[in-house]
Nanobody, 114 residues
Framework: VQLQASGGGLVQTGESLRLSCSASGSMFSINFMGWYRQAPGKQRELVASMAIGGGTNYADSVEGRFTISRDNAKHTMYLQMNSLKPEDTAVYYC?????????WGQGTQVTVSS
């Protein structure tokens, strides 16, 4: 499975961005899809995840502002990010796997200015 993340950029506080993650290769047995982020000097953290059955999970810091979704026909996963804050600044990675992240995209930078 190959993942390609895109959609990052520089925005101001309160603005929105939508990240995309396109997948190619064999998606058979993939049950987990998610978005992670890593800020400078910090560990990578889970932002949002989705099970193929539809269940979603969000970090407390983004609950109510971010939405994870997917388009099966396009083999693409999305992360809609609203009401962005400076603390959301990080490199965002998409990931997928059977039950946990095994395959990773290359990361896309999101910078939120105050």
């Amino acid at each position: 499975v190959q993942l390609q993340a895109s959609g990052g950029g520089l925005v101001q506080t309160g603005e929105s961005l939508r990240l995309s993650c396109s997948a190619s290769g064999s998606m058979f047995s993939i049950n987990f899809m998610g978005w992670y982020r890593q800020a400078p000097g910090k560990q990578r953290e889970l932002v949002a995840s989705m099970a193929i059955g539809g269940g979603t999970n969000y970090a407390d810091s983004v609950e109510g502002r971010f939405t994870i979704s997917r388009d099966n026909a396009k083999h693409t996963m999305y992360l809609q990010m609203n009401s962005l804050k400076p603390e959301d600044t990080a490199v965002y990675y998409c990931a997928s796997g059977i039950l946990s992240p095994t395959y990773w995209g290359q990361g896309t930078q999101v910078t939120v200015s105050s």
